[in-house]
């Protein structure tokens, strides 16, 4: 279990987060900037709050009621930086064994991170995914109360990326290690974590489960952080006990998973998401009809822009799916739209 409370006045910063987890996997999710990564120095004892309490596994790092304030060293944590901070002198068993000397545990590592063959190696003769492998070995072999990950895939080609996740995953499983990620990619958040707590400008705005945070952000503000980018504002026309119809600009009226309380008449912002598109309906669904403004193809998907209710809208559509449907620039075509995959947002106030 992580309790987190901590608040810290910096030049043209300030800083005001709390929250608990006891989640596996905890990630901070936010763009640069916004406190993710003194989070995590505050955790490990890098920085020091200005009042708060920090407590892992029952353990209290830090209590500024209490006066308690553990150095780094009595703290128990393991950290992955993103530059992997390796000793650029040392062999990589050096590097791996600088934290710990127990040779069954380094065996036992080394064998599931599938680093057997480069631990005679220098950093500067390995991958940056060897390295991030070793790094994450040296942070293991403490035995950490908590892993502290910052962004550590953020420089590695998404291929790797997609490797080490399921390599950080079988670890935490097998080690039952509890560790905080930060990541400005909600993919990683959706893959690798079972709670997430986003981040906007030194606080914490919203947590939960991802999917669900996904699903049900808060405000158009956060929306944006996660990804949405189509959003037509509306008026709740119907609600019902699993689906509501909000209708929008020309009468266009769209149904919609009810995630929120909504009530008839309230104004809302409705989210689209790029991948609700099909070209026949599946379970809940909206038939529209929209101008296709634009068509790009990328990789196994068409890129859309349409018009809906007088907005731009992005949408995505596997090319597999569209075979012998012809789709032309400047020409209408008609549309179905997952209710599961449109959110509404209520209006802020």
Do not use: W
């Amino acid at each position: 279990m992580i309790v987190f409370k901590a608040e810290k006045e910096l030049k043209n910063f300030s800083y005001s987060v709390s929250f608990s987890s006891d989640s596996q996997i905890t990630a901070l999710f936010a763009p640069s900037g916004s406190g993710k990564t003194l989070t995590l120095q505050m955790i490990a004892g890098l920085q020091k709050p200005d009042r708060g309490e920090i407590e892992v596994n029952r353990k209290t790092f830090f209590s500024s009621k209490r006066g308690i304030n553990l150095p780094p060293q009595k703290r128990n944590v393991g950290y992955l930086f993103q530059d992997y901070a390796l000793f650029p002198h040392m062999t990589v068993k050096e590097n791996i064994l600088f934290a710990d000397r127990d040779e069954k545990l380094f065996r036992e590592i080394v064998g599931l991170l599938e680093i057997e063959n480069i631990l005679n190696k220098f950093p500067g003769q390995i991958s940056g995914g060897q390295k991030q492998r070793v790094a994450l070995a040296r942070a293991l072999m403490r035995r950490p109360e908590v892993l502290l990950l910052d962004e550590p895939f953020s420089a590695l080609h998404r291929e790797m990326r997609e490797n080490l996740y399921g390599e950080l995953l079988s670890i935490v499983k097998r080690f039952n290690q509890r560790a905080v990620l930060v990541t400005h990619d909600f993919e990683e958040v959706l893959r690798l974590s079972e709670k997430v707590v986003v981040f906007e400008e030194g606080r914490n705005v919203q947590e939960g489960e991802p999917e669900e945070v996904f699903l049900k952000p808060k405000t158009v503000k956060i929306a944006k952080l996660l990804g949405h980018r189509n959003f037509l504002k509306g008026r709740v026309a119907e609600t019902g006990e699993q689906f509501a119809v909000v209708e929008l600009k020309g009468n266009v009226k769209l149904k919609l998973r009810r995630r929120v309380p909504l009530k008839a008449g309230e104004k809302v912002t409705v989210s689209v998401l790029p991948m609700s598109a099909a070209f026949s309906p599946a379970g809940e669904s909206n038939r529209v009809d929209v101008l296709v403004k634009r068509i790009e193809k990328r990789g196994n998907f068409l890129y859309l822009k349409v018009e809906l209710a007088g907005e731009e809208v992005e949408l995505h559509l596997p090319v597999s799916l569209t075979p012998n449907y012809i789709l032309e620039e400047g020409k209408r075509t008609t549309l179905h739209l997952s209710a599961d995959q449109i959110c509404a947002i209520k209006e802020e106030e």
